[in-house]
């Protein structure tokens, strides 16, 4: 099974390049038309039209990295990751410990920066309040699932401009189970003789841990058979372990 996590709109990023390379095609030829460079030279106008083509160069470049990154490459139990600003990274799907998931706001709170930084505080207000309730909102459009190897951070994918990240998030949810881990695995400071519990995502379970250990809440629900089906794992994980693996100190 090979597919890859990716760009869902990578028009954009084709037309954003073919825009950049006309308009600076187009200012390059401008200012050396032979009867506007010398204005442009007694002015000083000139490297302000050199400064502008170097922004659209930079716009040219950086459609060709966002069309690759962040992306996930999935081949069987190989796992490439492609996160931005960082080298690529070659995992297997075993070396996944957790998952977060959360909504994403990343679209409002951009605007309520912006907002904040150019409007008028009645609507830099209003933009503030939006980015609030987005970060409440318990039934968010979009969602962003981070990967952690360990305290790792591996990458973070957003379901508002990438395909198959649900594929992606199914594939791993199935993957993580139920641990029961010594204190030393799951925390530096915890006592040898204390027994600690560390919860992962149980396939459909209502929620999945962060990579610092805490359960938190997602929006993933199934019906009281498999939640009690569920359960029903749980307790004979915990009895077989007190029964069979108790230390003696307990």
């Not at 508002?160 to 990240?165: G, L």
């Not at 695995?185 to 250990?213: D, E």
């Amino acid at each position: 099974m090979s597919f890859e996590v990716r760009m869902k709109k990578r028009t954009k990023m084709i037309v954003l390049r073919i825009f950049s390379a006309l308009m600076a095609v187009v200012m390059i030829w401008f200012i050396n038309l032979d009867f506007i460079r010398p204005a442009l030279m007694q002015d000083g106008a000139y490297l302000l039209f050199i400064g502008f083509i170097g922004i659209f160069l930079m716009f040219f470049a950086w459609s060709f990295y966002a069309q690759k990154r962040p992306r996930i490459k999935v081949d069987g139990q190989d796992i490439t990751f492609y996160p931005m600003w960082r080298p690529s990274q070659k995992v297997t799907l075993s070396a996944i410990t957790a998952r977060n998931v959360k909504g994403d706001a990343t679209g409002e709170k951009i605007d309520a920066a912006i907002g904040g930084a150019l409007l008028s505080p009645p609507l830099a207000d209003a933009l503030e309040q939006r980015y609030t309730a987005a970060l409440q909102n318990p039934n968010p459009k979009d969602m962003v699932y981070t990967y952690y190897s360990g305290d790792t951070k591996l990458i973070s994918v957003s379901t508002k401009n990438m395909e198959n990240v649900e594929r992606f998030d199914r594939m791993v949810a199935d993957r993580l189970v139920l641990y029961v881990l010594w204190p030393q695995s799951c925390s530096p400071h915890a006592k040898h003789h204390n027994l600690r519990i560390c919860w992962q995502v149980l396939p459909g379970f209502p929620g999945t841990i962060t990579h610092n250990g805490y359960l938190v809440q997602t929006r993933h629900s199934t019906g009281i058979r498999q939640r009690v089906k569920q359960m029903t794992i749980i307790l004979r994980v915990l009895m077989s372990f007190m029964l069979g693996r108790m230390p003696s100190t307990i």
